[in-house]
């Protein structure tokens, strides 16, 4: 069984460079050494469709990721017979599965949502879309201050945790507060990324990569910037 296991996933290891290359840069959050590889078009429809042709390899991943599940479940099993439940973490952060408790949950209808937010905002918040790359003027934004959620205006990244990651889209190496993000497993297009969520309102913001700045967090929250509103900081008496 455990010949098995390592020959599986040995192989799945050995698919897996190829399948990044081929299919991850063509998503949200790609690096940039492709360059402008986003279909390049600013404006709502964004950059959402499924890499064309990666239909046929998704599939295998599937099938193989459900066979690996398969076997590292039976093995997770202790003599005991109780499974094994380890909270996952990504880039030093734990992986939460259920949105967070807060007192201050804003939780509305569909109908709501359609109705406060701009189409382009409704369809990357609620609806978790993705902007095109290099579409956002957040990208350039630098001064000092806070970008807030668009849906329920609670901070979310400051400037000063900014960083230009060359993908297209507003980056960052932490939040203000760790628990004003939900960071759940996005299991989406056959691929394992981690997507990062407002902790209040449930939107959907980006995904988080751990190839930031490794003299920061070495993490890169990759956010659209439709999901985002910034707030300048005013100076203060003394700095103006
Ligand atoms: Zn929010």
Redesign the pocket.
């Known amino acids: 069984m455990f010949e098995t296991l390592a020959h599986i996933v040995a192989d799945a290891d050995a698919k897996w460079p190829l399948y990044q290359e081929r299919n991850l840069n063509l998503m949200e959050g790609a690096p940039s050494r492709f360059g402008r590889i986003i279909n390049g078009r600013c404006g709502p429809g964004g950059s959402d469709a499924t890499p064309a042709g990666a239909t046929k390899d998704v599939m295998n991943m599937v099938f193989l990721s459900i066979g690996i599940a398969i076997v590292l479940i039976g093995c997770a099993t202790v003599p005991g017979g109780e499974s094994q439940t380890q909270k996952r973490v990504y880039g030093g952060l734990e992986v939460e599965e259920k949105s967070p408790e807060r007192k201050d949950k ?1 939780v509305l209808s569909d109908a709501e949502w359609k109705r406060r937010l701009k189409p382009e905002q409704y369809r990357i ?1 609620r609806n978790k879309g993705t902007e095109a790359a290099f579409c956002s003027p957040l990208n350039d934004v630098h001064k000092p201050g806070v970008f807030h ?6 901070p979310l990244f400051a400037t000063d945790a900014k960083f230009t990651s060359g993908t297209g889209w507003p980056s960052f190496f932490q939040p203000v507060e760790r628990k004003n993000v939900w960071l759940k497993s996005d299991f989406s297009y056959g691929m394992d990324r981690i997507e990062v969520l ?1 902790s ?4 959907h913001l980006g995904h988080l990569f751990n190839d930031g700045p490794r003299n920061k967090t070495g993490n890169r929250f990759c956010i659209n910037g439709e999901s985002l509103i910034f707030r300048e900081k005013k100076p203060t008496a003394d700095e103006s």
């Open positions: 804003v918040l959620c668009a849906g329920c205006d609670l407002c209040r309102c449930d939107g």
